[in-house]
């Protein structure tokens, strides 16, 4: 039990064996080449929201507008590389900009005003998807070139293809898992997760931590905006609506504890690769997709739960 706490990414990637395992043998197709790079595939998009969603989670957070500030950030670089004629670098630029903005609003608004994050990113849910609206409510294309470049990609092993996409959010995964376990910042975002009080008179300083985390999680959503431009490069207001319930989703069943202080972004995206395995396979077997999200929140319970009893075993 000990060793679970201290790696509480082991369970999650235990949980995706054993359902891989379950699938590959109840169905004839699942272990295609073409259907796991498919998953990977599909992984990109959620799973980079679920990174930024799972820092704000480790210092005792939750973040419902995350899709949200993604769709305004994509809507804002479409219009600029398309109605505006920016050169698609500097729309893309400006993208990554709102959406870090946004970030560090919300932030400011946590640490500043001590509001609830909850409040805080509901209010920005409904305040960005209002404004989407109004900033457009067609459907925008933007063309082939630095936007849609994270949908190139090659094969490897004959016919499994990986996208410079799927190759840029492994990075970045291993990238924050190196912040977090080895860094300074990282041990400070455990430390507030864990208890602001306590990290406070440690001496650390509790807003600027809290802004960082906020603000790198902007730019994370505004990654996963470009990521989203890979897969396909048509945008509009209506896109990933469940985004928010989606990563929570990923990040609960990452392994990742709800009341802070503990988990990571290697778990998370497991979790995104799980419920995409569960989709995946549940389908292949016939299961109507209703059951498929019985069996997702079920997971996500069971997840919660084990969280709750973990923690009290090792107190």
Known sequence: ???AFRNPAIGPLAALLLAVAVFTVTTDTFMSVDNVSLI???SVVIGTLALGQTLIILTRGIDLAN??????????VAQLATGAGVPQGIALLAGFAVCGGLGLLAGGAVSRLSLPP???????????????RLHT?????????????????????????VTVGVALVLITVAVLHFALTRTSWGRHVYAVGNDAKAAMRCGINVNR???????LAGLLYALAAWQAFGRSPATSPNAFPTANLDTITAVVIGGTSLFGGRGGVIGSYLGALIVLVLQSGLTQAGIDPLYQQIATGILVILAVALDQFTRRSTR
């Open 40 to 42: 990977l595939q599909q």
């Open 118 to 132: 909850f409040i805080v990113t509901l209010g920005f849910l409904t305040v960005l998807q209002a404004a989407s």
């Open 1 to 3: 039990m000990d060793t």
């Open 67 to 76: 899709g949200a500030i993604m769709v305004l950030g994509a809507l804002v």
């Open 209 to 215: 931590v809290l802004l960082s985390v906020y603000l």
């Open 137 to 161: 409510r067609e459907t925008v294309l933007v063309e082939e070139g630095p936007l849609t470049f994270l949908a190139q990609g090659g094969y490897l092993f004959g016919q499994f293809q």
